[in-house]
């Protein structure tokens, strides 16, 4: 008997590892520490293997353990916290899981569960292919990165496969330090392997065989899950020198970063992984052709090289099938902060931002009105209560003067303080600043002082006004995202402020 408890952070950091304990107690079963399925206010979560299928009851506290093994949990008995298949769940029920089909699934060292249950099968197609036929089918995918700027993957790919150099890297961007969100964690935690593989892949498609995985700090968990996947790839040969018998090459390495926000910029990851302070730098070139120790890189983040071998597995079509307009595939959306049910969704692009937020999401956790939505992190838009049916896919959020980002979104409610949410982006552009661009690096720190200043009603429809000119000024003058997207929550928020 199997009994699935997770060993995901964020249902460690309710109890799990003490439920796990106590059930371990149970010496006719195994326990086994998967990924989190991504219903967050269920956690921890637990899942009992019985001949009707897996028997879900949450959230379990150390407390219950005893009722539950009383009520019959090996056998999926009656309980007040039984929920039955969770994949009937409604809110799990209506999603469509590509990336993250095997999360909460599988034992995550598991490889032999990973194969069981389809992994390996975008490697295994890939090895037979061309490297030119592996980087059209993800150009014909659509696929595009999920790091933010949403730049079609294939062309990255075919840009760097055409480049001539006697050595290239695939870098793999997993500093997730936008605020609400958690997909990389929880993807690496509860599948790694399916970065492995695609990693992998993008090594085949452009001629690369090291890689490396740039996996922030506060990730203690995940750094230690990913370093003993690649051991376990290892040793059954899907990575190194033969991959799989094919005379083929690629082997990953994990660096951890030291907790700057900048260096989920490419560039200043680059700089980080060669050792150096994370700073941006100016492009031309492109790290395509000239990036990590000045050879051509692919950089993709986490979600993007996972979304990989169900591409390569079941062809560009069905990848294509996904999704609307440009934004083809499935985008993996977090609900964070002031929201009922906060979690994991995965669902094809185009779905509205109010189904999210209010049928998924289930309102605030407070009960009051929602006040505003910040979607794409600390650098994205504040949407009001009246624009919540802008359609989550990249051009239509451009459009609505947002973006979609990494997918992170972030629910206040109507005690939303628009011009302290302004001062909060302002101050947090100055304090993560890399300092290398003056608008940045200044526009940010006067930012702040403007702020203050209509704050207090200090000559408010100048000081408005300035506040505009530094925001059009460190749009248009900085070096990178950072700088360039402040003015989006700064304006917006201030919009919503205006309106109250």
């Known amino acids: 008997m199997r009994i699935y408890v997770p060993a995901d952070s964020a249902a460690r950091s309710v109890g799990a590892d003490e439920v796990a304990a106590l059930l371990a107690e149970l010496h006719d079963a195994e326990i086994v520490r998967n990924g989190s399925r991504g219903l ?21 506290t150390p407390a219950d353990v005893e009722s539950l093994i009383a009520a019959g949990l090996t056998e999926g008995g009656d309980h007040a916290l039984r929920i039955g298949d969770i994949e009937r769940h ?3 029920a209506a999603q469509d899981r590509v990336t993250f089909a095997r999360v909460g699934l599988i034992d995550p060292l598991s490889i032999e569960d990973f194969e069981a249950h389809g992994g390996f099968a975008g490697l295994r197609k890939a090895l037979s292919m061309p490297a030119t036929d592996i980087v059209e089918e993800v150009l014909a995918s659509g696929l595009r990165g999920r790091g933010g700027a949403g730049f079609p993957a294939g062309i990255k790919w075919r840009t760097v496969l055409n480049a001539q150099a006697d050595e290239k890297f695939i870098a793999c961007n997993a ?7 958690f997909a990389d964690r929880m993807l690496i935690e509860g599948d790694p392997f399916t970065l492995i593989e695609g990693m992998t892949i993008a090594g085949l498609a452009v001629g690369a065989s090291r890689g490396f995985v740039y996996l922030r700090s506060e990730y203690p968990a995940a750094v230690e899950t990913l370093r003993a996947a690649i051991d376990t790839a290892h040793f059954h040969d899907w990575l190194g020198d033969d991959i799989a018998g094919s005379g083929r090459a690629f082997d990953i390495e994990v660096r951890v970063g030291a907790g700057a926000y900048v260096c989920g910029e490419e560039t200043s990851m680059l700089e980080s992984l060669e050792g150096k302070r994370g700073m941006v730098r100016a492009k031309p070139p492109l790290p395509a052709l000239k990036g990590l120790y000045g050879k051509p890189t692919v950089i993709n983040n986490v979600l993007t090289l996972a979304s990989v071998p169900m591409v390569l597995a079941d062809g560009a079509a069905a990848y294509q099938a996904r999704g609307v307009e440009r934004s083809r595939g499935t985008q993996v959306f977090q609900l964070a902060g002031n929201i009922r049910h906060g979690g994991i969704l995965e669902m094809p692009f185009g779905v509205p931002l109010r189904a999210l937020v209010e049928e998924f ?4 956790r407070s009960g009051r009105a929602i006040g505003a939505v910040q ?6 838009a504040y949407f009001g209560p009246d624009a919540l049916d802008v359609v989550t896919d990249y051009e239509a959020m451009l459009a609505a003067g947002g973006m979609l980002g990494h997918g992170g979104i972030v629910v206040f409610d109507d005690s939303f303080d628009g011009t302290r949410q302004a001062r909060f982006a302002m101050e947090f552009c100055a304090i993560e600043s890399c300092g290398k661009c003056t608008p940045c690096r200044i526009g940010s720190t006067r930012g702040v002082e403007t702020i203050d200043r209509i704050a207090n009603g200090e000559d408010v429809d100048a000081n408005r006004r300035l506040l505009d000119d530094l925001c059009t000024l460190m ?12 003015p989006l929550p700064v304006r917006s928020a201030m919009k919503l402020a205006g309106t109250r």
């Open 475 to 486: 749009t248009d003058g900085s070096l990178c995202a950072l700088g360039g997207l402040t």
């Open 361 to 364: 999401g289930g309102g605030t």
């Open 375 to 380: 979607v794409g992190g600390p650098l994205g």
């Open 90 to 92: 409604p809110w799990f």
């Open 40 to 60: 967050l206010w269920l956690e921890p979560l637990v899942e009992v293997e019985t001949p009707n299928g897996r028997i879900a009851y949450g959230p379990v």
């Open 175 to 181: 500093d997730e330090g936008d605020s609400g969100t």
